[in-house]
């Protein structure tokens, strides 16, 4: 009897052990597929062979960071993987202590403009306003900023300062100049305008800059070089020939250091 129930045990004892053995076999066959690093089952979707050439950098992090040697039938899953990517460039982005740090250039300083305390007499436009025209104070939003060269040329024909930035209808506008009807709704003006020195020199320049251009365009009968035959005819409604013919029969008009003999007769 106890023959019988030792070989019992032990014949129970083999097939547990046995079938242990199958499970484990199962488990760590090459079926089941394990990552090389972090040893869990991967997914048929994320599971890559890691012994082709284009995981050579991956190899070899495995081995220098885990002392892992890669064989042919290993795989990785795709977390691990990930790790090795975030990791690499985590790497390449941090700065060598060979590379000389260049601090970022400084941004220019901005020129300061002085308050604007110097009120002189001339008439400005009121503004500048972004919501109403600056010559026919029509409200709206699809309006234009005055170019300086119209500003310019309102300040010379009408005194008048029309303030940087101030806006007005596209429709005034024609060209470089503000139309003749536009020139004439100019109304309701601030009798003072405040400057400071940055505007001051600015508009000196400009002024100097329109005299300079227009410079040979000014009226001298007694040169012939800055009035052309079309000029006289339209001023005088005479030819330069017809004209020097005149001042040639003219003798009693006495010529002075302001005005001379060709300027009294064109004028």
């Given at each position: 009897m106890n023959v019988f129930f030792l070989e019992y045990f032990l014949l129970t004892v083999t097939c547990f052990v046995l079938m242990d053995q199958g499970k484990s076999s199962r488990s760590c066959g090459l079926r089941s597929f394990p990552c090389v690093l972090c040893q869990k089952r991967t997914k048929p979707g994320e599971r890559r062979y890691v012994c082709g050439d284009a995981y050579n950098s991956f190899r070899k992090y495995l081995f220098k960071n885990f002392m892992i040697k890669v064989k042919e039938t290993d795989v990785s899953c795709s977390r691990c993987r990930n790790k090795y990517y975030r990791s690499n460039q985590a790497s390449s982005n941090t700065v060598s202590d060979d590379v000389v740090y260049q601090p970022p250039a400084k941004r220019a300083k901005q020129d300061l403009c002085s308050p604007k305390h110097i009120s002189l007499p001339f008439q400005s436009v009121k503004g500048p306003s972004h919501s109403s025209?600056?010559?026919?104070?029509?409200r709206?939003?699809?309006?234009?900023?005055?170019?300086?060269?119209?500003r310019?040329?309102?300040?010379i024909e009408k005194n008048v300062i029309v303030p940087a930035g101030s806006r007005c209808c596209p429709g005034h506008i024609d060209g470089d100049l503000l139309k003749d009807d536009a020139m004439k709704q100019i109304s309701d003006l601030k009798s003072e305008c405040q400057f400071n020195r940055t505007d001051i020199f600015n508009l000196l320049q400009q002024v100097?800059?329109?005299?300079l251009k227009n410079q040979n365009k000014r009226i001298d009968f007694d040169s012939d070089s800055f009035i052309s035959d079309a000029d006289y005819y339209n001023l005088l409604g005479l030819s330069r020939g017809s004209f020097d013919d005149i001042c040639s029969h003219i003798t009693d008009i006495r010529n002075t250091k302001n005005r001379s003999l060709r300027t009294c007769i064109g004028l």
């Amino acid at each position: 009897m106890n023959v019988f129930f030792l070989e019992y045990f032990l014949l129970t004892v083999t097939c547990f052990v046995l079938m242990d053995q199958g499970k484990s076999s199962r488990s760590c066959g090459l079926r089941s597929f394990p990552c090389v690093l972090c040893q869990k089952r991967t997914k048929p979707g994320e599971r890559r062979y890691v012994c082709g050439d284009a995981y050579n950098s991956f190899r070899k992090y495995l081995f220098k960071n885990f002392m892992i040697k890669v064989k042919e039938t290993d795989v990785s899953c795709s977390r691990c993987r990930n790790k090795y990517y975030r990791s690499n460039q985590a790497s390449s982005n941090t700065v060598s202590d060979d590379v000389v740090y260049q601090p970022p250039a400084k941004r220019a300083k901005q020129d300061l403009c002085s308050p604007k305390h110097i009120s002189l007499p001339f008439q400005s436009v009121k503004g500048p306003s972004h919501s109403s025209c600056c010559i026919c104070k029509r409200r709206g939003h699809k309006f234009v900023v005055v170019p300086s060269c119209i500003r310019n040329n309102v300040f010379i024909e009408k005194n008048v300062i029309v303030p940087a930035g101030s806006r007005c209808c596209p429709g005034h506008i024609d060209g470089d100049l503000l139309k003749d009807d536009a020139m004439k709704q100019i109304s309701d003006l601030k009798s003072e305008c405040q400057f400071n020195r940055t505007d001051i020199f600015n508009l000196l320049q400009q002024v100097r800059a329109i005299a300079l251009k227009n410079q040979n365009k000014r009226i001298d009968f007694d040169s012939d070089s800055f009035i052309s035959d079309a000029d006289y005819y339209n001023l005088l409604g005479l030819s330069r020939g017809s004209f020097d013919d005149i001042c040639s029969h003219i003798t009693d008009i006495r010529n002075t250091k302001n005005r001379s003999l060709r300027t009294c007769i064109g004028l």
